[in-house]
């Protein structure tokens, strides 16, 4: 991540500088090295958003790496060495030998990786801390690469699910850009020859490909500079979360991302509960996973549970359940296996939207390829209305 520093050194006053660090502790300590006492400090935005200055770092390739050397004897520091030393990419790199310089220092795993938020999160963190108690770390991480890859797999169903649709409509509007922008413009040089009575959407047909004709350039750059506006807006967290209440309101299709968000609030909670952290605590931190609306309603839940409600109880009042998970959660309860519960309840919560979203699609698509076809079709047809006209005529 690319950090803009104000900062001061002597015989130097005020200065502006820039570090790839990977946060902003280790921003301000690359500063410190060279001599200057950092005054203020700052991610980079604005159109710097469009290029990735870091990469992401790769956590459950760095917990399969980590787990494996562990299983095969190797200590904890020569096993995170071990990683750093194969590791080719700067920002993954410096992210580990911070770590390991923390471990140095006599500091726990999970304390050395709450230094580095933005490689390791607060989930994360709070599975290796438990696991540190009770000394079976090999087992947290298998717990947390088995959690992230089940969420991983329900993102690329859902994105594999929405490609088609996508495609679909990308190649409908270039088509239909292009009539309207290449097509049309021309056949309306031929069409102010025909004069006569020619339906009324041909006439509005040719006006736009004259308009379109005498302005190009301009239509041209507003259409880039749409684009690029809007490429920047969708970028925005604010516009995410607009698009996101949006959605919500809609009944149906709010129903099912109430049921995914339910699924991976289940799934965190289980996998935490099975790592031996208390239920609240484990409720406390999985907050700021659900959507605002939810997240009201689990505050709730977890207060209730304070005052001595059993989970199940507290959960259905708050509209935090469906029948089935209601179930499911008082038998986590007479048994003692709440953990293992929740994530059978989002396992089938995952079967759920599989299903939903195969029924969104086999419906979907044809009625997207069939509006595509009528739009592209209507165009067409507009533009030989007038070709239609003339040869009645002559007949």
Partial sequence: MRFSIKAMRAGEGLIALSFD??????????????GYTVLAISTRSGLAGFSRTSARFPLVLFSQELLALLDAGLPLVEAVETLAEKEHRP???????????????????????EQFPHSFPALYIATVRAAERTGDLSEALARYIAYQTQLDTVKKKLVSASIYPVLLMSV????????????????????????????????????????????ALEIGIGVLVALTLGIYLARLPETRRWVG???WSV????????????????????????????VVTALDMVEGLLHPTLRSLLKRAASDIREGKPTSQAMEAHHLTTPVSLRMLRVGERTGRMGEMMERIAAFYDEEMARWV??????????????????????????????????????
């Fill in 358 to 395: 195969d029924w969104f699609t086999r419906l979907f698509e044809p009625i997207l390829m069939a509006l595509i076809g009528i739009v592209i079709g209507g165009i067409v047809v507009l533009m030989y209305m007038p070709i239609f006209e003339l040869a009645g005529s002559i007949k």
């Fill in 21 to 34: 660090a990977a946060n902003e502790l280790d921003a301000t300590r690359q500063a410190q090295a060279q």
């Fill in 245 to 247: 209440l949006k959605l």
């Fill in 251 to 278: 009944p149906a299709l709010g129903e099912r991302m109430r049921v995914y968000q339910l699924a991976r609030f289940y799934r965190t909670v289980g996998m935490l509960l099975n790592g031996g952290i208390p």
């Fill in 172 to 215: 409908g509007g270039l088509v239909t850009l292009f009539l309207l922008g290449y097509v049309i413009p021309k056949f309306s040089r031929i069409f102010e020859d025909i004069g006569g009575d020619i339906p009324l959407l041909s006439r509005l047909l040719i006006h736009w490909g004259v308009f379109m004709e005498a302005h």
């Fill in 91 to 113: 920002e993954v790199k410096r992210a580990i030998t911070q770590v390991i310089a923390q471990l140095y220092e006599g500091k726990t795993l999970s304390q050395a990786m």
